[in-house]
């Protein structure tokens, strides 16, 4: 049974940075995608970023390109999003998912909520102006 746990989300003001982390526990790395995606109140659950293991390719949402990184840690089985110049419209309970695919999802697929059916419980990141 995989179990993803979330950790790392909390208060800071636009411009600073957060760190997510998702440990994975029951299944050890091999080629499946992983994603971080994230859903503000009376919004919908959005694709935030995504990592394939496999290959290592990684996508992201244009709201955030150039300010998030999703990283892995195969040793900690760990998945990480270190989230730079946090702005206030990034406010949101953040979650990881995992999904097994036989192969790159590619960027559309990896950032849609639908296609993961692992999930962890998610951490909220609040962004004050």
């Known amino acids: 049974q995989v179990q993803l746990v979330e950790s790392g989300g909390g208060s800071v003001q636009a411009g600073g940075s957060l760190r997510l982390s998702c440990a994975v526990f029951g299944y050890t790395w091999s080629s499946y995608c992983m994603g971080w995606f994230r859903q503000a109140p009376g919004k919908e659950r959005e694709g935030v970023a995504a990592?394939?293991?496999?290959?290592?390719?990684?996508y992201y949402a244009d709201s955030v390109k150039g300010r998030f990184t999703i990283s892995q840690d195969n040793a900690k089985n760990t998945l990480y999003l270190q989230m730079n110049s946090l702005k206030p419209e990034d406010t949101a309970m953040y979650y990881c998912a995992a999904e097994f695919p036989l192969g790159d999802m590619g960027w559309i697929r990896s950032l849609l909520p639908g296609e993961y059916n692992y999930w962890g419980q998610g951490t909220q990141v609040t962004v004050s102006s």
């Open positions: 990592i394939y293991t496999g290959g290592g390719s990684t």
